[in-house]
């Protein structure tokens, strides 16, 4: 179950992402809710079927209930955060800065769960789905209110990581 189950899925040539999951997730020097938070995020942000199910068995046993829907709602608001500010950034038109958002993003001022907690697994899902602007915008925020940037560099490696098994699963899946 867990880490264990994603590694056995893993096929051989993704030794690397089998040996970085035990290494990141599973003895990561960020705490235990912020790393499995993180991992949950990430699962969630990847999308593949077996590290979501597996990942969010794991976390459930590991995290207190609200922390399990905090990450799982830092993943739904940042999947649209993610395309609405990178897509505002990539037009390349400054008048969209002005332009206010008017998305409902009323979780983030309130997760259930410590706020820099939340941000940290705002920016790992950011780091997926490629939003420099929300990384950016995460990062500073972790950084203002005492987040290291080893904790930073850490729910990177989490993200990269997690992020890797989904895609390797997914490709094996559709070889098939």
Not at 114 to 121: H, P, R, S, Y
Request: glycine share 8%; net charge negative.
């Amino acid at each position: 179950m867990g880490l264990d189950a994603i590694k056995a899925a893993l096929p051989e040539y993704a030794k690397d992402i089998k040996l970085n999951l035990g290494s990141t997730v599973g003895t990561s020097t960020l705490t235990v809710e912020q790393a499995w938070g993180t991992a949950l995020a990430c699962a969630v942000a990847g999308r593949n079927p077996v590290v979501l199910r597996e990942i969010a068995a794991e976390a459930a046993e590991r995290l207190k209930p609200e922390a399990v829907e905090a990450a799982k709602g830092a993943a739904a608001i940042m999947a649209m955060n993610n395309i609405y500010y990178r897509a505002k950034h990539l037009i390349g038109d400054e008048d969209y800065a002005s332009m206010p958002a008017r998305l409902r993003m009323q979780i983030i001022g309130k997760p259930g769960v410590d706020k820099g907690d939340f941000e940290l697994w705002c920016l790992a899902v950011s780091a997926i789905t490629g939003c420099g602007v929300c990384l950016e915008s995460h990062e500073k925020t972790l950084r203002a209110t005492g987040f290291t940037r080893e904790q930073v560099h850490e729910a990177l490696r989490i993200a990269a990581v997690v992020h890797a098994a989904a895609v390797t699963l997914d490709a094996e899946a559709a070889l098939a």
